[in-house]
């Protein structure tokens, strides 16, 4: 299964959320009451039908499918407790990818990641809320096929909730489903998808959220599983804004 799940959290002091995610589970996301309240919030997000830095949100998913797909395993940020690997091949000048945490262990001792990540002022942030991909000879042998599976992944989502300091959010997340469009990669060895290396064919159904930027340093704790609550996904990111001093 590749469904992913996302926590947000939001700082109000630091005007800006941040998520996330976490592979092979649905999700719980924890952002305020109403859509009408965040719209009030100091803060800024790319409308669903925009197209930030000349791209659509189904263009740029595409951009983060492939970022997150390229790293191996042992290199992957998913998989890193210390957010040493996050900037592994962020190679856009606007855009920064966050990425979700993968973890087998169900034990109670499990390690909870504590990323620690510096990024760039005026940098945006893409990440998924839940989503998921279908591939090639393993979803389906057709393009409708690929798609159809997509589709009715994110049609079974029953509940997307963000908690920021206290203050949920369980409506209006549905305005940003995004589907892909169709594309095609080399597949590393020993990728996160543990599928034979090689050329395969995507598309990706999800929702997803676009800041416009991160303008102070912000700590985000996150919480994610699935709906039997047999799996669940921790993570803390730290983030550092690093300034431009010549401006």
């Known amino acids: 299964m ?6 947000l959290h939001y700082n109000p002091w630091y005007n800006l959320y941040s998520f996330t995610i976490g592979l092979n589970i649905c999700i719980r996301i924890d952002i305020l009451e109403n859509y009408d309240e965040m719209k009030s919030l100091p803060i800024s997000i790319f409308p669903i039908e ?6 659509s949100y189904g263009d740029w998913s595409v951009r983060w499918w492939k970022w997150l797909l390229s790293i191996p395993k042992s290199d992957n940020p998913a998989l890193d407790n ?3 690997k996050a900037t592994l091949n962020q190679h856009d000048p606007n855009v920064f990818f966050l990425c979700q945490t993968i973890d087998t262990n169900k034990s109670a001792s499990r390690i909870i990641p504590a990323r620690k990540v ?10 998924p809320i839940i989503n998921w991909i279908s591939v090639l000879h393993e979803d389906g042998e ?6 159809s599976v997509a589709v009715a992944k994110m049609d079974v989502v029953s509940r997307l909730e963000v908690t920021i300091n206290g203050v949920r959010l369980n409506r209006g997340l549905d305005r940003y489903r995004v589907k892909s469009p169709f594309f095609d990669m080399m597949l590393p060895e020993d990728n996160v998808l543990n ?7 995507f598309v990706s159904d ?12 912000t700590k985000i704790s996150t919480f994610g599983s699935c709906s039997s609550g047999a799996n669940k ?10 300034w431009d001093k010549s401006k």
Do not use: A, H, Q
């Open 118 to 127: 510096t990024v760039k002022s005026d940098t945006s942030i893409l990440m």
């Open 82 to 84: 210390t957010g040493n």
């Open 195 to 201: 599928l034979p290396s090689g050329s395969r064919r």
């Open 50 to 55: 925009s197209n930030p830095y000349g791209l």
């Open 206 to 217: 999800g929702y997803w959220l676009f800041l416009t930027s991160l303008e102070e340093n």
């Open 2 to 7: 590749r469904c992913i799940i996302l926590s």
């Open 142 to 147: 057709t393009d409708e096929i690929l798609s």
């Open 233 to 242: 996904f921790l993570v803390d990111y730290y983030i550092t804004i690093k």
